[in-house]
Structures are given as C-alpha cells and as structure tokens.
Antibody
Framework: EVQLVQSGAEVKKPGESLKISCKGS????????IGWVRQRPGEGLEWMGN????????KYSPSFQGQVTISADKSINTAYLQWSSLKASDTAMYYC?????????????WGQGTLVTVSS | DIQMTQSPSSLSASVGDRVTITCRAGQSISTFLGWYQQRPGKAPNLLIY???SLQSGLPSRFSGSGSGTDFTLTISNLQPEDSATYYCQQSHSTLLTFGGGTKVEIK
C-alpha cells in the first residue's frame, strides 16, 4: 500500500527557518515524482513544485521559485520542503503527494498534511 | 502558467440530484485534466484523470468529460458523502495548476 507520512504541525515565528518532511513507503520511491501543495486557511490548492527523487530533478511554480526549497533523500525515502525565513503569509496546510507514473501527472496519493503556523 | 477557472464557486443541491461543475482552461490542454474531491479537514483525493477516466474503486456516479479548454465533472444521484470541495487540475504543462474550487453543499 502506498503511504506518504508527513511530519507534525509546526508553530514558528516570522524570520525563522523550517524544514518539513514527507516519507514514502509501499512503492519505489526513486521512480515517481513527489509534489508539494499549499492550502491557506479557507482557500484553494496551490501547486508549489515537484521533485524526482531518483536524480533530484526539481520543478517549481513561478509563484514559489526562490521562496522555498524542495529536496529529497532517497536513502531514507523522504522528501522535504524548507523555508529560510518564514513570513506570516506562509501560514497554511502543506500537503505532499505522489504523482502518477509517466506523463501526464496527477496527484495520485496524498500525505495527511502538515499545518504550519507562523505568528509572532 | 495555464489559468484554470471553475464555476460555480459554490452550489447547493439535494440528495439524488444531478450536479455539474465546469472548468475552463486558459489555453487548450487536450484531455490533460484531473478532478479532485476534498472533504472538510481531509487531504484531496483524485477522482478523475485524463478528463474522463474514473479512478479505480470510486463510485460510477462521478463522471468527467471535455477536451481542449472546456471540461465538466458530473455527479449523478448526489449523496450526502459528496459534500466537499471539488478542484480541477491541468497536467498539460509541467507547471501544474489547479482551479479555484467548487464547494458542493447538500440541502
């Protein structure tokens, strides 16, 4: 069974750094893209970017390029999303999802989400 | 980016009704479109891919159609558990985009 387990909720102050994780199991971690999706409170879904853990090829939405870093450690089947300096506007639920094999890409399996709260 | 516009933003319908949600792409995306259901407090769930293919194990009352720029998701025989927000997502471009969502409420 494909599973994506995300790290727990975080409460941070503006300006702090953060790295959240997404551990995949039940499939070949290196051969499927993993994506990150933001959902601000009461709002819709926003695609942030994808990573291919096999070679760490990464694609970012123009809206998030330079604002976050997506990475992966294939030795422990884990993808990451990180910020160097959080803002209050980063307060949101963040989901990782495994994309379908090949092209086109759909978000086939989702993690449970990680709630990030940024407040002074 | 390819813009995806959904309508309506919300609707209210009764159990047993037929409901249609539309999604329009800013440019032709062939049939590279998916639909997701998100129940309150839960992660989204893929319903339909490639515009009209139903994800395995899901009820056949969900169907999708369309190509090019105009797509529809139809829920026939609406059930209480269908109360959720529905999103479309294009996969024509490697820069993926979602529609703004349609909230379906049961009267």
């Amino acid at each position: 069974e494909v599973q994506l387990v995300q790290s727990g909720a975080e409460v941070k102050k503006p300006g702090e750094s953060l790295k959240i994780s997404c551990k995949g199991s039940g499939y070949s971690f290196t051969t499927y893209w993993i994506g990150w999706v933001r959902q601000r409170p009461g709002e819709g879904l926003e695609w942030m970017g994808n990573i291919y853990p096999g070679d760490s090829d990464t694609k970012y939405s123009p809206s998030f390029q330079g604002q976050v870093t997506i990475s992966a450690d294939k030795s422990i089947n884990t993808a990451y999303l990180q910020w160097s300096s959080l803002k209050a506007s980063d307060t949101a639920m963040y989901y990782c999802a495994r994309l379908s094999g090949g092209f086109p890409h759909y978000f086939e399996h989702w993690g449970q989400g990680t709630l990030v709260t940024v407040s002074s | 980016d390819i813009q995806m516009t959904q309508s309506p933003s919300s609707l209210s319908a009764s159990v047993g009704d037929r409901v249609t949600i539309t999604c329009r792409a800013g440019q032709s995306i062939s049939t590279f479109l998916g639909w997701y259901q998100q129940r309150p407090g839960k992660a989204p769930n893929l319903l339909i891919y490639t515009a009209s293919s139903l994800q395995s194990g899901l009820p056949s009352r969900f169907s999708g159609s369309g190509s090019g720029t105009d797509f529809t998701l139809t829920i026939s025989n609406l059930q209480p558990e269908d109360s959720a927000t529905y999103y479309c997502q294009q996969s024509h471009s490697t820069l993926l985009t979602f529609g703004g969502g349609t909230k379906v409420e049961i009267k």
